[in-house]
C-alpha cells in the first residue's frame, strides 16, 4: 500500500509559479510510474503530466505543454510539478497518483482507472 500525500497548493496570481509535491510513504515508490490529475467541480478528472519510474520519460496534457515541468526525486519518495505562467484555468484542485504502468494501448498512461494509489488533493486556485 502507498500513501501519497500532496502539497504546495495555494493562490497564486496569473502568469505566476507554483510547485505541488507529491509524498509517497513507501521505497517502492521508485517502483511506480506518477501522474498528476486535476479536477473542478464542473470537469471530470484531467490528466495533466505523467513521469516514469525513472524519471526518464515524461508526458504531458496539451494545455499544460511548455508551462508545467514534473519530475522525481526517488531518494526522497518525491514527485514534483513545477507551474509556470499559471492561468486562470488552471484553477483545480491537483491529485497525484501511482501506477504500475507508464504506456498502455493507447500511449503515456493518461486513464485515472489505471492508476493504484491517489493523494488526497492539494487546491491550486489561480486570480485573473
Known amino acids: 500500500q502507498v500513501q501519497l500525500v500532496e502539497s504546495g497548493g495555494g493562490l497564486v496570481q496569473a502568469g505566476g509559479s507554483l510547485r505541488v509535491s507529491c509524498a509517497a510513504s513507501e521505497r517502492t515508490f521508485s517502483d511506480y510510474a506518477v501522474g498528476w490529475f486535476r479536477q473542478t467541480p464542473r470537469k471530470e478528472r484531467e490528466f495533466v503530466a505523467i513521469?516514469?519510474?525513472?524519471?526518464?520519460?515524461?508526458n504531458y496534457a496539451d494545455s499544460v505543454k511548455g508551462r508545467f515541468t514534473i519530475s522525481r526525486d526517488n531518494a526522497q519518495n518525491t514527485v514534483y510539478l513545477q507551474m509556470n505562467n499559471l492561468k486562470p484555468e488552471d484553477t483545480a484542485v491537483y491529485y497525484c497518483?501511482?501506477?504500475?504502468?507508464?504506456?498502455?494501448?493507447?500511449?503515456?498512461?493518461?486513464?485515472?482507472?489505471?492508476?493504484?494509489?491517489w493523494g488526497q488533493g492539494t487546491q491550486v486556485t489561480v486570480s485573473a
Open positions: 497518483a501511482a501506477s504500475r504502468i507508464y504506456y498502455n494501448l493507447s500511449g503515456p498512461n493518461k486513464e485515472p482507472s489505471d492508476y493504484d494509489y
Open positions: 513521469i516514469n519510474w525513472s524519471g526518464t520519460m515524461t
